[in-house]
């Protein structure tokens, strides 16, 4: 299966396990879900733009690989707590169901990027020892 397309189905599934959850805590507790949907998109958007850098940057030489993947993470950070910082203080969101959704989705969503970082190396170190 291609990287590109093994992420989005792993994002998909992850993002559907984490909608039920959500799902199944607002019927127990009262979660604004407009919160929770722009964390989700801003995750996911920064997990897709993520995955895309490296993919890009992937056959590159080592001085471009660097530039583009750690130039990128950086960049995506400032652009994130900006816009994290933007969403609080124009009053979009509840704050509390913000904050808490975003770092979940953050982190499980860091971890599907990690994998597939991890499988994209292991299919070129086996494609190179065959």
């Known amino acids: 299966m291609k990287p590109l397309f093994d992420f989005l189905v792993k994002l ?8 039920g959850v959500v799902y199944w805590t607002a019927a127990s507790y009262p979660v604004d879900m407009g919160s929770v949907f722009v ?3 801003m995750v996911l958007l ?10 890009y940057a992937f056959e590159k030489e080592s001085k471009v690989f660097t530039l583009v993947v ?5 960049l995506r950070l400032l652009v994130i707590m900006a816009l994290v910082l933007v ?3 124009l009053g979009l969101v509840k704050s509390i169901d913000f904050v808490i959704s975003f770092i979940t989705f953050y982190c499980m969503y860091l971890v599907i990027e990690i994998l ?8 070129k170190k086996n494609a190179a020892s065959n």
């Open 70 to 74: 750690f130039g990128g993470l950086a």
């Open 116 to 123: 597939a970082y991890q499988k994209k190396n292991l299919q």
């Open 12 to 19: 998909f599934i992850l993002s559907v396990i984490l909608w």
């Open 46 to 55: 920064n997990s897709l733009t993520g995955y895309l850098l490296f993919e």
């Open 39 to 41: 964390a989700w998109v």
């Open 87 to 89: 969403v609080n203080l």
